[in-house]
């Protein structure tokens, strides 16, 4: 076994616990809402907490990892998210729940960010995209066993257990860890720019609780709408403060390589449809369609199955078709699948809501494939870890306004006829994501024909990219 596929194994395992994690709580959201006493649309709080605590501290895990080793990063970071999880389970109140999947996320900004630099560090370039597909298909298995899982031991049991499955995979996590990982650490590690952490920590989880407090009663709206632009003005003044430090906690002068610029604006655009998914989906299969939560987590999880196919065709598809022709292509089709959810209704056949999710899962897999490994196209080893950190925070902050935004297209539905939430509600919030996600096609338009050509067999001129910390694009060059 290549020493890459055996690192890959075992960061999915941590994988495989998070995405587990995301899917057994979308599915089990309706019932936790009841049994804390809460509107199921509040719950969105638990969602948008977790994928912000990611956001906040995702910056920093890539000094850390430099700084402390990755395998004792890695390791710790399991052990935290495991323990976030037991806390879950434990949680009597929103306020008490909400406050574990902070703990959660905060082992998850190490855990996985961490985990992906380990496959950068270990794999050559034009073998990225099988890493990556070889990657995601054990930890596929978590978008697969969740729904069922959650569905399963929400219905028949309790929703308080669904959290303690994580405990024995991380057990194991930390196990494999800790005699197959190397401890391996950056012999020049830069300054970690504390005011910069402070700055874009600030910034971004006072703009996205902002919008996840959008319609609610917990505060005025003047009150809300001034958090929000009291983060834009936080994030706009580190921004001034990373244009004069020379090692910034998120280093945005990686924009200025062109696959990672794109990558990170349209595929952030993609993301924020797909991000409401997860919310949208079992509210709609349980309050609108009338499902028991097993029903529902059986029903969504074809769409893992969609992705899992996806994975031994990624590559062949990405080598042939290219780059800029796939993400422009297969994500117009994929927006299209996320919008005909829009138009699901209890009437509609099964089968054919089971061949729609089996079908978009499938084509919002290729996607993300191809947007995560376009982003690394271009970046040498020494901004690898940045640019992961970067990636990751754009990807959770995406993720974060899908869901505030799904639920407060749900909430200005809702209010338009009074009362509890109606079939109709869904429909219009599958509809306004969808159209969000449309922008994404104008970023990957603009991709150059040959782009991400080092991440295959087929030859390009190599482009230099001066001043960013990032070298040469050179078919094959090493990245570990």
């Known amino acids: 076994m290549p020493r890459y596929a055996l690192t890959a194994l075992i960061v999915a395992c941590a994988l495989l616990m998070e995405n587990l994690d995301g899917t057994v709580i979308s ?11 809460e509107d199921p649309i509040a719950l969105k709080l638990a969602l948008t907490s977790y994928l912000l605590a990611l956001a906040v501290f995702i910056p920093a895990s890539g000094w850390v990892a430099d700084r402390y080793g990755t395998r004792t990063v890695f390791r710790l970071a399991i052990m935290v998210f495991t323990g976030g999880s037991i806390l879950c389970g434990f949680s009597s109140s929103l306020t008490g729940f909400v ?8 082992g998850g900004a190490m855990m996985v960010p961490v985990g992906r630099l380990l496959l950068l560090r270990s794999v050559e370039r034009h073998d990225l995209v099988k890493a990556m597909s070889f990657l995601t298909v054990p930890a596929l298995l978590g978008p697969m066993l969740g729904p069922p899982v959650g569905g399963f031991i929400t219905t028949y049991f309790h929703w308080r257990y669904i959290f303690w499955i994580n405990v024995p995979i991380g057990i194991v996590g930390i196990t494999l860890v800790t005699l197959f990982i190397e401890n391996v650490r950056d012999d020049h ?8 952490f402070a700055l874009s920590g600030i910034g971004l989880s006072a703009i996205v609780f902002g919008l996840t407090l959008l319609g609610r009663s917990f505060a005025p709206l003047p009150v809300v709408l001034a958090l929000i632009v009291f983060g834009m003005v936080v994030f706009a003044l580190y921004v001034r403060h990373a244009r004069r430090v020379p090692h910034p906690v998120i280093d945005l002068s990686l924009l200025k390589v062109p696959t990672f610029r794109v990558s990170l604006t349209g595929g952030s655009l993609f993301r924020i449809g797909v991000g409401a998914v997860p919310l949208l989906l079992p509210l709609m299969l349980q309050l609108g369609f009338g499902m028991t939560p097993l029903r529902s987590g059986l029903t969504t999880f074809v769409a893992a199955m969609g992705a899992m196919a996806m994975k031994a065709t990624a590559s062949p598809i990405l080598n042939l078709v290219g780059f800029r022709r796939v993400l422009v292509w297969n994500g117009a089709i994929g927006i299209g699948f996320i919008a005909i959810n829009g138009l699901l209704s209890p009437t509609t056949p099964i089968a054919l809501i089971l061949g729609i999710l089996l079908a978009g899962g499938y084509f919002r897999s290729l996607q993300f494939t191809g947007i995560n490994a376009i982003a690394y196209a271009d970046i040498d080893q020494a901004a690898m870890s940045r640019a992961v ?18 639920a407060g297209v749900l909430q200005i539905a809702r209010s338009t006829h009074g009362g509890g939430l109606q079939l109709s509600d869904f429909h219009w919030a599958f509809l306004a994501v969808a159209a969000v996600s449309t922008s994404s096609l104008v970023a990957f338009i603009r991709l150059p024909a040959d782009a991400g050509a080092s991440l295959s067999s087929r030859p390009r001129s190599p482009v230099a990219i001066s001043g960013t910390g990032v070298g040469e694009a050179r078919p094959g060059s090493a990245m570990g």
């Open 189 to 196: 590690v830069r300054p970690l720019d504390v005011a910069g």
């Open 27 to 37: 599915t089990s959201l309706p019932a936790i809402a009841r049994d804390l006493h």
């Open 99 to 106: 406050l574990a999947r902070v703990v959660q996320g905060v």
């Open 389 to 406: 950190s970067f990636a990751a925070v754009a990807q959770q902050l995406a993720l974060s306004v899908g869901v505030a935004l799904g």
